[in-house]
């Protein structure tokens, strides 16, 4: 039977309240206690990988948070790559062993992590992940991924290590080189989310390549609009899409809606492909009176 692995803190809860319940799902003895370790990319070091390339600055760093308690039954961590392939497939292999001594950061020779799994360098599409087995002192592994279950210890998320929120794997997406050229143009967008198609221009600022303006947007949803325009922020480092509120239009009169009033996009997430310059853009669309959650878009150059 396949085993179940838990953290500690799980076991320990799932002892409090098995007194309430006749049955346990699965039997108690095949219950291995593990240890959470939180792993997370070391700030300054780079956060994408670049295609056929090996050179660069990649690090991170490994840490035991506090909530965890006793681990003396552990013996050591084994650094764990997780390669999910262009065709969707997915593998792995153990990149460091013997790791012992907490908080450790590690320098990761991507030339070695490659040949880990036969190949010679990353390529586009590709998206590698770092997280960690524990080895225990009676010869068990409690593995941080596995094929069947996907990634350990992600019920721990909640949990607060230096102020933020657990993280159980680091992630390097495989990207192309920057190009300013590619960031900015005539784009068409589209949302299945919010139902809605149709063509902007992305403007960069003048003073700083990885922060673009949406330049029509309002127009493109059959509204006057105010004159501002939605910022997109790209991280230098992850490619990742953050923004700031941007207040679109005073009021939706124009849809028929007049007592709804301040009209705003609040950008919650996303990435930008600097491959083929499109852009992946989760926003929060609400007004004063409420909202409409979040909503996917994609932005592609024409």
């Not at 370790?37 to 295609?51: A, H, N, Q, T, W």
């Not at 392939?85 to 320098?107: H, L, M, R, Y």
């Amino acid at each position: 039977m396949k085993k179940i692995y838990l953290a500690f803190i799980a076991l320990s809860l799932l002892i409090i309240t098995s007194g309430c319940n006749k049955e346990l799902p699965f039997p108690i003895d095949e219950v291995k206690r593990g240890v959470l370790i939180d792993i997370v990319r070391v700030d300054g070091s780079d956060g994408v990988l670049l295609d056929g390339i090996t050179t660069g600055n990649y690090k991170v760093k490994l840490s035991v948070p506090a909530n965890q308690g006793d681990y003396s039954f552990m013996s050591k961590v084994q650094l764990l790559a997780v390669l999910q392939q262009v065709d969707g497939s997915w593998t792995s292999a153990v990149v460091v062993d013997n790791i012992t001594g907490f908080p450790k950061e590690i320098q990761i020779d991507v030339a070695d992590l490659y040949s880990k799994f036969q190949l010679a360098a990353p390529s586009v599409g590709e998206i590698m992940y770092l997280t960690t087995n524990t080895v225990l002192k009676d010869g068990s592994i409690v593995p941080g991924w596995t094929e069947l279950a996907g990634f350990n210890n992600k019920a721990f998320s909640g949990w607060q290590v230096d102020g933020r929120a657990y993280s159980y794997n680091v992630r390097y997406p495989v990207a192309c080189a920057f190009n300013e050229a590619l960031t900015k143009g005539a784009y068409s967008f589209e949302s299945a989310d919010w139902q809605v198609a149709g063509d902007v221009t992305l403007e960069a600022d003048p003073a700083d390549p990885f922060k673009l303006y949406i330049a029509g947007y309002p127009q493109a949803e059959g509204l006057t609009g105010n004159g501002n325009k939605i910022q997109l922020i790209i991280d230098p480092v992850t490619y990742e899409i953050s923004g700031p509120a941007v207040v679109l239009a005073s009021n939706l009169a124009e849809w028929g809606l007049a007592a709804y009033t301040n009209y705003t996009y609040q950008v919650v997430g996303g990435s930008y492909n600097t491959c083929d310059g499109s852009y992946n853009v989760v926003f929060k669309i609400y007004v004063d009176q409420g909202g409409w959650g979040n909503n996917s878009f994609t932005f592609t150059r024409k």
